[in-house]
């Protein structure tokens, strides 16, 4: 007879699932081998094999699922991409860049002041602070150093509140500003909102296919007991 296959680290933790499975993570065939002494006696353990899987499951498979999230991540991996595709050295924090508030405008401006990230005076991809040589030019360790100090600034009120276009913006953050900057931040920051889209229409199918391989795995009728 065929039972559902539930991991025993699994079982109980149903907000951890749920998040698991909202995030998409992408289990590749493997195998996990589940000894449990909890639902027989410690003489008579029982070892559940699941047919197609080798691996031994540890005690830290919530962490290597997680990992698995943030490997396989359609919204980190399409950022990645978009990134590159336009050469910027910015690809390489897809996975942070993301988790940052105002990612999507934030990446939008520094198109238009530094193309992505390709020319950048002291890590300062966005003119934070005015001019290279002006007492409030900000100077950053890296790129990622930047992008979230980015971040919180459009995170204010007078940005987020208030100066919430980039129309609105011009003679604001950029003086005095000009047609080309306003549009050619607005045309990336589009492709960035349907880029985060369809990466999320994508984590949706992975979740489906996710779900299905924890519904399908099951016991094998052969279980060893030990």
Same mark, same amino acid.
Request: hydrophobic share 40%.
């Given at each position: ?38 639902? %027989? ?32 991540? #359609? ?25 940052? #508030? ?83 931040? %607005? ?8 880029? %985060? &889209? &369809? ?10 296919? %996710?779900? &299905? ?14």
């Amino acid at each position: 007879m065929t039972n559902l296959f539930i991991p025993e680290f699994l079982r109980g933790k149903a907000p951890f699932l749920v998040a698991l499975i909202s995030l998409t993570v992408w289990v590749h065939p493997g195998a996990w081998v589940l000894a449990s002494a909890n639902e %027989t006696s410690e003489q008579n353990p029982l070892v559940f094999e699941v047919k197609n899987l080798n691996s031994n499951l540890q005690s830290d498979n919530e962490g290597l699922l997680l990992n698995e999230v943030a490997e396989n991540d #359609p919204l980190v991996n399409n950022l990645r991409l978009y990134l590159a595709k336009h050469g910027s050295p910015l690809a390489e924090y897809a996975d942070q860049i993301i988790l940052q #508030p105002q990612w999507q405008r934030a990446l939008a401006i520094s198109y238009v002041e530094s193309h992505f990230g390709k020319f950048c005076h002291s890590n300062n991809c966005s003119g934070i602070g005015g001019a290279p040589g002006q007492k409030s030019w900000r100077k950053y360790a890296d790129k990622m150093e930047w992008f979230k100090d980015m971040a919180k600034l459009l995170e204010k009120p007078i940005y987020k509140e208030k100066y919430t276009t980039f129309q609105k913006m011009r003679g604001v953050y950029v003086q005095p500003g000009s047609a080309n900057w306003v549009n050619g931040a %607005t045309k990336k920051y589009n492709d960035l909102i349907k880029l %985060t &889209e &369809e990466s999320q229409t994508q984590r949706i199918a992975l979740a489906h296919k %996710t779900s &299905e391989i924890l519904a399908l795995a099951t016991f094998s009728d052969n279980t060893d007991i030990k």
